[in-house]
């Protein structure tokens, strides 16, 4: 933690932490934005989210899947990924972890909005208009990453939905695939007791245990949810190395159940945040998530020392940067790293910053957003309107509502 | 829920509700305030605080007590409960209900802002620079409610702080004065185990059933928190017609439990929410209380069902003002009603208002709140800045803060 520092950035890169006065002699030529009352933290990684159903945030759980199916296009994810990354840019959130449908609409509305981030290339056993079966999945998010591999703010992760909706066949291919490409795999992973039983039913073993058989443990396996994990199969998950990225909000207003994310971390496991879809969160609030994150922690656990600020705050940004291969690149504010950071005015006393990042600063704190360097929020508002995007709301409302009860 | 429709605001109070259009040609000279894309919600009632302890907002609990006794006087409370009043107006909370010492520091910045207050006149035996023992408490109180009885944004509540910190003596004096002077009687109640087992090795009967027996239970207690109840008791807590402050992110933080709140709306117990102080949350938001409270609510049952959008809705304003004896006052946007009313803007789509408001929205979309008919926060910024509260934040946390280690 370091007090009256500035941040020198050249070219998208952090070039230097030093103490402001000096960076003011060392970089005169430099734009300097002055943040006197201001909290400097490493733009937030939201390590699990379908940004696209954003335009389904609020409609009933149980009307979701028929109006997802009566919409799905290219132009539904790409407008509904185009209101997320706004609203995730306002709340401090510079690179986002996707795994949804048509992943280049998703890769165009997050270019646009200048937003890093990493595409889940879906696989599943469902046929949908976007593909219609793993292997045309698979083909069609391969090819996208050939298209834009060299794109700087995006990367990609093989995406296999979760053990129920994949097959034995498309897991191994997804895990041949990951090793011979190096690709991440973005899964989720017990969410619910009851896809743990069913797996039990079904393979005759827990999905975990079905997902090492196959070969997708490791470091590069971004492990979603895991709310139903006994404590060996955490420490399974501990010595491959796998990453746990803990939706606390999602889990709790689905009823899915607790995580045990303080176990986890005494294990060692990588622990990143996600907020999940907005369409079961409601809300694309990591600073809300990190709150959430700790305080349940203390509940669940009943010790007011579980899931302490930094630890909350390092799942937010070097967790999520690590689970998304990226902690050499993103994640803190380190020379050398790419100028991903947030600013969070600060009203009112100010004991211990990260304390107060955690439990009392707000998305409505959040002033100043910048990604790769470039500025996307300036005291608090977009620095580029999305075009359009607001008179557009209404329509596919419209259309996800469908016709009225007769 | 009503679509397009206006509130008539007449001298503080709402004249009518009635179709925007019919309003523009019924009341053609009142000034008129258009918020086409925003929800009209009650003003929210904060129906437990310490106001004042904004200014230990952060500040390590285990020092939170040395540091308060050092400081505790007539200035920190009314800048304390200032600063706490501005952070509760931006965050849609027109009304809340205190429990602190110098209650006539916090009346005064109460209305000074133009905030709704019901003061808590403490009751303890224990000395602070504000009393010497429970008489003197119940001495200075009473006096304050003799001079202000008819101010009309302030009433009072006896404030006995919790059974283990109030003697059988006072508490019959307290239930006798509240009886003789129709006055609430707001109290903590069960917050940790540890309090309830204490009561049972001193008092041989848990707090509850002393306050029973001392005739403290009745349709005027706000009995904060009661995280541990058991079945019986919140049979008993029905019976009497008791309502329960329920202070989700404060009993998370502090791993005092889960409060039981889905049995006692079953059962029928009026709920209201608070914050609690600012130095165990630490946010003065009562939508994300509302918000964690129904979230919280589903994971602990397993139930998604558990605590509804409208159900916490309630909780944050009617639940809060028929808590504070004002269900027929405020708490609700119906004609004779006292005008607090809050305006949240809407961002995205919207299929359900009450659903948004609870679990998409948050205190960054507050646009507009009024109290008793007055604006006090337009487009997200307060009417009148509290004078040179800032620059003595700094003074306060230096002398919260105390010497350094040696």
Same mark, same amino acid.
């Given at each position: 933690m370091l007090e009256h520092h500035a941040v020198a950035v050249r070219d998208g890169i952090i070039e230097q932490v030093l103490p402001a006065s000096e960076a003011l002699r060392q970089f005169p030529n430099y734009e300097n934005v002055e943040l006197p009352d201001h909290v400097l933290i490493p733009g937030l990684v939201n390590a699990h989210t379908q940004a696209a159903t954003s335009l389904m945030r609020g409609l009933a759980p149980e009307r979701q899947a028929?109006?997802?199916?009566?919409? #799905?296009?290219?132009?539904?994810?790409?407008?509904g990924t185009a209101l997320a990354c706004a609203d995730m840019l306002l709340a401090g959130i510079t690179c986002f972890s996707d795994m949804y449908f048509f992943p280049e609409s998703s890769?165009?509305?997050?270019?646009?909005?200048?937003?890093?981030?990493?595409? !889940? #290339?879906?696989?599943?056993?469902?046929?949908?208009? %976007?593909?219609?079966?793993?292997?045309?999945?698979?083909?069609?998010?391969?090819?996208?990453?050939?298209?834009? !591999?060299?794109?700087?703010?995006?990367?990609f992760s093989l995406a296999p939905h979760a053990? %129920?909706?994949?097959?034995?066949?498309?897991?191994?291919q997804v895990a041949t695939l990951a090793a011979e490409l190096d690709l991440l795999i973005h899964a989720h992973v017990h969410e619910t007791q009851a896809e743990v039983e069913r797996s039990v039913a079904q393979h005759g073993m827990r999905p975990l245990e079905r997902l090492r058989k196959l070969g997708l443990l490791g470091p590069n396996l971004i492990a979603v949810h895991c709310v139903h994990v006994e404590d060996r199969e955490i420490e399974l998950l501990a010595r491959h190395g796998c990453s746990v990225v803990h939706c606390p909000s999602s889990n709790l207003k689905l009823a899915s159940g607790f995580a045990p994310v303080d176990a986890m971390l005494k294990r060692g496991i990588n622990l990143a945040l996600g907020t999940d879809g907005p369409a079961s969160n409601n809300r694309l609030d990591l600073l809300g998530e990190m709150r959430t994150a700790a305080l349940v922690a203390k509940g669940v656990t009943h010790d007011a020392r579980a899931l302490p600020a930094p630890v909350a705050l390092r799942a937010a940004t070097l967790g999520g940067a690590r689970a998304l291969g990226q902690g050499a690149k993103i994640g803190s504010i380190e020379p050398g790293k790419r100028a991903d950071l947030v600013a969070l005015a600060?009203? !009112?006393?100010?004991?211990?910053p990260i304390s107060h990042v955690v439990?009392?600063? !707000?998305?409505?704190?959040?002033?100043?957003?910048?990604?790769?360097?470039?500025l996307r929020v300036r005291d608090g508002a977009?620095?580029?309107?999305?075009?359009a995007l607001h008179s557009r709301w209404q329509i596919w409302q419209n259309a996800l509502e469908g016709p009225a009860d007769s």
């Open positions: 028929a109006a997802e199916k009566r919409v #799905l296009s290219a132009e539904f994810v790409r407008e890769l165009e509305a997050a270019l646009e909005a200048g937003m890093r981030v990493v595409l !889940g #290339l879906p696989v599943m056993d469902l046929p949908t208009p %976007y593909a219609s079966d793993p292997a045309d999945y698979l083909r069609k998010g391969l090819a996208l990453r050939d298209r834009y !591999g060299d794109e700087p703010l995006a990367s053990p %129920y909706s994949v097959p034995d066949a498309a897991f191994r600060v009203r !009112g006393p100010c004991y211990d439990y009392a600063a !707000g998305r409505e704190d959040v002033t100043h957003v910048w990604v790769d360097g470039e977009l620095e580029t309107e999305v075009p």
